[in-house]
Structures are given as structure tokens and as C-alpha cells.
């Protein structure tokens, strides 16, 4: 009886979690989606597509949703268990809001959120979720003058022997919420991050943005990819087996802030205010992790 029992214990088991794999399409066209960010909704597992496209992530198939979030695409909530060999997303219909047509001079330029680089002595990782950090930037009268985004610094920080990373920038126009809400540019900037600590730069100069009079978000979304992956063994005291640590590049710094009206985070499968900082160092304890952000506009 015993033994009928385990059997049957290790059925169930495999019958409700399982490896999902697909490869995410588009509606429009059938074409491979990468970079699409992909969770288990409510839990803290998650994946990213590949170049082609292709996913895996292990899943209850009883009763759990999964949520796929890309770029230029609508969001899409499904069972698991109707994931087959290919999700299709379909191409956002939604348009950007009209935008001001204006001539770029480049001729003046104002910086907000500077930072000093010593100083910021935080970082943000993702582990092995594909987390999404938000910046909110308000807007103020005096950016009238210097209205185009040039472009962004932030810091980041990769790890062990990783030569490189790749992050994600999204931008997002304020929800009615008060929360990330539609895109504001509805494509991927994907940006090469160099190893060891660094100023980072994203330019914006080519896409004309203007800086919304509502304000908008800068986001930086983790890339769970076999290029940004890291493990290694490391030692604990009082200890004698090691422990494998294991995550994904980069590391992104964060400064403190008393309110946390600046900080968004996506994960779950949702957005999410960022939470008060209880055992971190002393500058940052009781404080709100906001990433540092130097953004560059021009006129």
C-alpha cells in the first residue's frame, strides 16, 4: 500500500508541474517576438524569449496563468495549459498619443536626476526573474525650453567572468493609476552593458521624443538570456558545502528617496510600488530605492 502511495504521489506531481516550451509569434506576420517577458502571473518565476523567439519555464498546469509582456504588442493572460508549441501576441492597435512636431536645434541642453557615481552604493539585481524597475520623471515648466530626451546615464554592474550584458529600456507614459501605463515608444532599445561597474548611456537623439507634460517612466527590464546568465560556487562561513550562486546581468544602482512616488516595479506579472528599504546601509535604510538617473534634454 505504501508503495502505491508514492507512486502515486510522484504522478501527481509530474501531471501538474511541467516544462513549458514555445515560441512566441506575431499576428501580424508569424515572425519570431524576442525579448518578451514572460511570468508565472502572481508567483515570483519567470522567463525571456530568446532571438528566435523560443521560451521554457516550469509551470503548475492545474490552474496557473501565464502572462507574456512585449513591446508594440498586447498584453496576453493565458492558462497554462493551453500553451501548445506557439503563442501568438497580437500587434497593439493603439496609438501613440500625437506628438508636437518640432525642429531639434540641439543648441541648449538641461540635465535632471544628477548623481554622483561614489555615492551610489546600492544595486538592484533581478535574480533569475525577468523584473522591470521604473523611474518616474515629472515634468515641470522649465523642461519647455529643452523638450527633446537626448539622451540617459545609469549605472550598472555586472558580474564574475560576463564580458557583457543586455538590458532592455522601455518608456512608458503615466496610467490613469499613476502607475506605468502605455507606451510612450513601442520598441525595443536594446543596450550592451560592458563588465565591471560602469555610466551606461542610452541616446535618444534619433527618436524625437518629447518629454510628455504629465510626466512618463524610464524602465530597465532584466533579460533572462543565455548571454546575461552567471553561476558561481561560493563559500559560507560555518559551512562546509559550497553555495551556487546564480542570477542574471547586470546589477543596476539605485539611490535613496524619502517617497516612493519614483520607484515601479513589474514583477508578478504586475506593477507594483517599491518597498521601504529595512536592513540596508544607513543612507539608504528607511528610504525608497529609486534608480539613478542622469536625463539629458535638449532643445
Same mark, same amino acid.
Given at each position: 500500500m505504501k508503495k502505491h502511495l508514492q507512486l502515486f504521489i510522484l504522478f501527481i506531481c509530474s501531471i501538474t508541474n511541467a516544462q513549458i516550451k514555445a515560441t512566441i509569434t506575431s499576428s501580424n506576420d508569424n515572425t519570431p517576438?524576442?525579448? *518578451?517577458?514572460?511570468?508565472?502571473?502572481?508567483?515570483? *518565476? @519567470? !522567463? /525571456?524569449?530568446? /532571438? +528566435?523567439?523560443?521560451?521554457?519555464? /516550469? !509551470?503548475d498546469t492545474t490552474n496557473k496563468n501565464i502572462v507574456f509582456s512585449a513591446l508594440g504588442f498586447e498584453t496576453l493572460t493565458i492558462p497554462v495549459n493551453e500553451i501548445k508549441d506557439k503563442v501568438i501576441l497580437i500587434n497593439s492597435a493603439e496609438e501613440l498619443d500625437e506628438v508636437l512636431l518640432l525642429k531639434r536645434k540641439n543648441k541648449e541642453s538641461l540635465t535632471i536626476g544628477e548623481f554622483k557615481k561614489r555615492k551610489v552604493n546600492s544595486y538592484y539585481a533581478c535574480g533569475t526573474t525577468p523584473w522591470i524597475f521604473a523611474r518616474y520623471f515629472p515634468y515641470y515648466e522649465t523642461y519647455s525650453k529643452t $523638450?527633446?530626451?537626448?539622451?540617459l546615464d545609469f549605472i550598472t554592474n555586472t558580474h564574475y567572468l560576463q564580458?557583457? @550584458?543586455?538590458?532592455?529600456?522601455?518608456?512608458?507614459? *503615466?496610467?490613469?493609476?499613476?502607475? $506605468?501605463? +502605455?507606451?510612450?515608444f513601442d520598441e525595443n532599445i536594446i543596450i550592451d552593458v560592458d563588465k565591471g561597474t560602469n555610466i551606461t548611456t542610452v541616446n535618444f537623439n534619433n527618436l524625437d521624443i518629447i518629454f510628455p507634460k504629465n510626466g512618463f517612466f524610464i524602465a530597465i527590464e532584466w533579460l533572462v538570456i543565455k548571454d546575461n546568465y552567471y553561476e558561481r560556487e561560493i563559500e559560507i562561513t560555518g559551512k562546509k558545502e559550497k553555495y551556487l550562486m546564480k542570477g542574471y546581468n547586470p546589477s543596476v544602482g539605485v539611490i535613496p528617496m524619502k517617497t516612493d512616488e519614483y520607484s515601479f516595479l513589474f514583477k508578478q506579472g504586475k506593477w507594483k510600488k517599491a518597498w521601504k528599504n529595512k536592513g540596508s546601509l544607513k543612507r539608504y535604510k528607511d528610504k525608497y530605492s529609486t534608480l539613478a538617473m542622469k536625463l539629458h534634454l535638449s532643445n
Open positions: 517576438i524576442p525579448y *518578451v517577458n514572460i511570468w508565472i502571473e502572481n508567483e515570483n *518565476v @519567470g !522567463a /525571456t524569449s530568446n /532571438t +528566435d523567439g523560443f521560451f521554457e519555464i /516550469t !509551470a $523638450p527633446f530626451l537626448k539622451h564580458k557583457k @550584458g543586455k538590458v532592455n529600456i522601455r518608456l512608458y507614459e *503615466v496610467g490613469e493609476n499613476g502607475y $506605468p501605463g +502605455d507606451y510612450l
